[in-house]
């Protein structure tokens, strides 16, 4: 029983890491995880937000660039909200930069287009 138990908490998990949305990656091009998410950064603040974007009307943006972590980071927390938990964080970190986004507004119909902004902007491009 105690090894059905076991295998029931390894499928589960495994499951889990499935259900993962794919992180978006840039190209590796001498850049610094910092650099990268300054670009993010920008864009997403332009183009989503100070737009006036009716699809992150809902939403803030809460910039966390210099992080001690070595992680730069953006954060998309609900506007109005007591609960601080982001619904998206898009972060870069190492050499070459892997850049990486997670949270539950991946799993919304925005995320395709939240994926493809945030790796147009980090390879340079300045479109909305």
């Known amino acids: ?6 295998s029931l908490v390894l499928l589960a998990a495994v499951g889990l890491a499935a259900c993962k949305p794919e992180a978006p990656r840039p190209p590796a091009s001498g850049q610094s995880a910092l650099d990268i998410m300054e670009k993010v950064a920008v864009a997403a603040n332009r183009c ?3 737009s ?3 699809a992150f009307k809902t939403y803030q943006l809460s910039p966390e660039l210099s992080s001690f972590s070595g992680r730069p980071r953006i954060l998309l927390v609900r506007k109005g909200s007591r609960d601080d938990r ?9 050499k070459p930069p892997r850049l990486d986004a997670f949270g539950p507004l991946l ?12 790796v147009r902007w980090a390879n340079g491009k300045k479109d909305c």
Not at 86 to 94: D, H, N, T
């Open 107 to 118: 799993n919304e119909d925005l995320a395709l287009r939240i994926r493809q902004d945030v």
């Open 52 to 54: 006036g974007d009716p």
């Open 48 to 50: 989503w937000f100070k």
């Open 86 to 94: 982001p619904v998206l964080v898009v972060q870069a970190e190492g």
């Open 1 to 6: 029983m105690r090894r059905f138990a076991f």
